[in-house]
């Protein structure tokens, strides 16, 4: 069982569609993180959400983190091809001291 | 700008042969990771140095061991290759251990046969 679960697993949508991608777990954190990973690299580090009930936007892309700072969300509106790649939740939980990462959303965006 | 460099990019091993993972960072960073990466379970961490000199487990550490070598290196050897241990392989470095933000190198894709 991982520590933070993320749905969908798989994402394919067409260009201009809107989605949600999201990640959940029964332990509470600190702060949570998202990253981007294309083919062939490394996780590149979208944003960090502080604060239960957070939203950050970051252009299409908006990340809220849950009240109970158990879960988060990532909405990208208007999906563009160059959103493709595998979207990674992370964090401390509050009752350890070591990163985890969730199990990954793989996008795929169609022109 | 360098960031996180990690050597070999490939390599393919036989069962019970062993191998060492070089990670090398410019960032001036403290803390340092491995993690490695399979299908459908996102990153796992095997074992991070939150400082020069110290290293700790994280959630897969059997069959591997670290060393920090200095600040900016931190290598990761498999003292006898598994076909379990074929993975993608990160080397990544932080700010903090914490309230992490961590740079990640490209990777190392690791068959073991």
């Known amino acids: 069982t991982q520590l933070l679960e993320q749905s969908p697993q798989f994402l394919s949508i067409q260009e201009g569609e809107n989605l949600t991608v999201y990640c959940n777990s029964s332990?509470?954190?600190?702060?949570l993180q998202w990253y981007r990973q294309e083919p062939g690299e490394g996780p590149v580090l979208l944003v960090t959400?502080?604060?239960?009930?957070e939203v950050k936007k970051l252009k299409r892309l908006t990340f809220q983190f849950g009240d109970a700072r158990k879960d988060s969300s990532l909405h990208i509106t208007a999906a563009q091809p160059g959103d493709t790649g595998l979207y990674l939740c992370?964090?401390?939980?509050?009752?350890?001291?070591?990163?985890?990462f969730g199990t990954g959303t793989s996008l795929t965006v169609i022109p | 700008n360098a960031g996180v460099t990690q050597t070999p990019k490939f390599q393919v091993l036989k069962t019970g042969q062993s191998m060492t993972l070089q990670c090398a960072q410019d960032?001036?960073?403290?803390?340092m990771y491995w993690y490695r990466q399979d299908p459908g379970m996102g990153l796992r961490l095997i074992y991070y140095?939150?400082?020069?000199?110290?290293?700790d487990k994280g959630e897969v550490p059997n069959g591997y061991n670290v060393s920090r070598l200095n600040k900016r290196e931190f290598s990761l050897r498999l003292e006898s290759a598994a076909p379990s241990q074929t993975s993608v392989y990160f080397c990544?470095?932080?700010?903090?251990?914490?309230?992490?933000?961590?740079?990640f190198g490209a990777g190392t894709r690791l068959s073991v046969l």
């Open positions: 990544a470095s932080g700010i903090q251990p914490k309230l992490n933000i961590q740079y």
């Open positions: 332990s509470v954190f600190s702060s």
């Open positions: 959400v502080v604060t239960g009930g």
């Open positions: 992370a964090g401390v939980p509050n009752t350890g001291n070591q990163f985890y």
């Open positions: 960032m001036n960073h403290n803390s």
């Open positions: 140095s939150a400082s020069e000199g110290t290293t």
